[in-house]
C-alpha cells in the first residue's frame, strides 16, 4: 500500500521573507509537517497490526491519531502550495481568476468582507488550528471555517482551497505572541492562482454528497 510522503516545497526557504522568515519555513516544513507524515504513516502500521491480531482495545484513539497527522498532512500539503513571494493583493478577472473573484464576491459580499472574516477565523481560532476558505458542495459557495488542531468545526465534504495556519510553529518566532499581526501579514503572500485552480477542481469534481438516490 502507498504511503504518505512529504511533500517538496514548491520554492526556496527564503522565498517568502519578509512576510514569513526562512527560519521558520525550514523548521515548519522539515520538522512539523514531517512529523505528521510519519505520524500518519506510523499509525496506519498500528492499524494495520491491530486488524492481524484482531486487538481493538486502541482503536478509539488510533482513528483519532490518523485524523489528526492526515489532516495535518493535508492541510500542510495545500498552505505551501497557497503561498507565493509574487502574490497577495486581490484576485482580479486580468490575472486570469475572475471565477475566483466573482464567487468570493457572491458568498460573502465583497473582498473586504471575505478577508475580514477569514482574518478574525484565523485569528481567534482557540489554542491550535487553521482559518480556511472552503467550497462547500452542497450549495456551491464558499464558507469560512475554523479548524481547531487539524480537524472539528468544518462542513462535510467542503474542500479547503485557501488555508492560514494559525498554530504558534507557524510564526511565533517571527511575531511572537501577535498572531493577529501573522495573519494579516500573510495576505501578502496568498497565491491566488493555486486558490483558483483548488476552487475550479472543486467546483467540478463528482462529490459522493450530490450523486442522485
Not at 464567487?103 to 473586504?112: K, L, R, V
Not at 471555517?145 to 510553529?169: C, K, M, R
Request: net charge negative; no cysteine.
Amino acid at each position: 500500500m502507498p504511503v504518505y510522503t512529504l511533500p517538496e516545497l514548491p520554492y526556496d526557504y527564503s522565498a517568502l521573507a519578509p512576510v514569513i522568515s526562512s527560519e521558520i519555513i525550514e523548521l515548519h516544513h522539515d520538522k512539523h509537517h514531517a512529523a505528521y507524515v510519519k505520524g500518519a504513516n506510523d499509525t496506519l502500521e498500528q492499524l494495520a497490526e491491530a486488524r492481524d491480531k484482531e486487538q481493538w482495545g486502541a482503536l478509539n484513539g488510533l482513528e483519532k491519531n490518523l485524523a489528526f497527522h492526515l489532516s495535518g498532512h493535508i492541510l500542510h500539503s495545500v498552505y505551501w502550495q497557497n503561498m507565493t513571494g509574487d502574490g497577495g493583493g486581490e484576485p482580479l478577472e486580468k490575472d486570469g481568476v475572475g471565477e475566483l473573484a466573482d464567487a468570493i464576491a457572491e458568498s460573502f459580499g465583497s473582498f473586504a468582507g471575505f478577508k475580514a472574516q477569514l482574518s478574525k477565523a484565523a485569528a481567534t481560532t482557540q489554542g491550535s488550528g487553521w482559518g480556511v476558505l472552503a467550497h462547500e458542495p452542497l450549495s456551491g459557495r464558499l464558507v469560512v471555517e475554523q479548524v481547531y488542531d487539524h480537524q472539528g468545526n468544518v462542513g462535510q465534504g467542503s474542500t479547503p482551497i485557501l488555508v492560514f495556519d494559525a498554530w504558534e510553529h507557524a510564526f511565533y518566532l517571527q511575531y511572537r505572541n501577535q498572531k493577529a499581526d501573522f495573519v494579516e501579514a500573510m495576505w501578502q503572500v496568498v497565491n491566488w492562482q493555486d486558490v483558483a485552480r483548488r476552487y475550479a477542481a472543486a467546483r467540478s469534481r463528482t462529490d459522493a454528497l450530490l450523486l442522485a438516490p
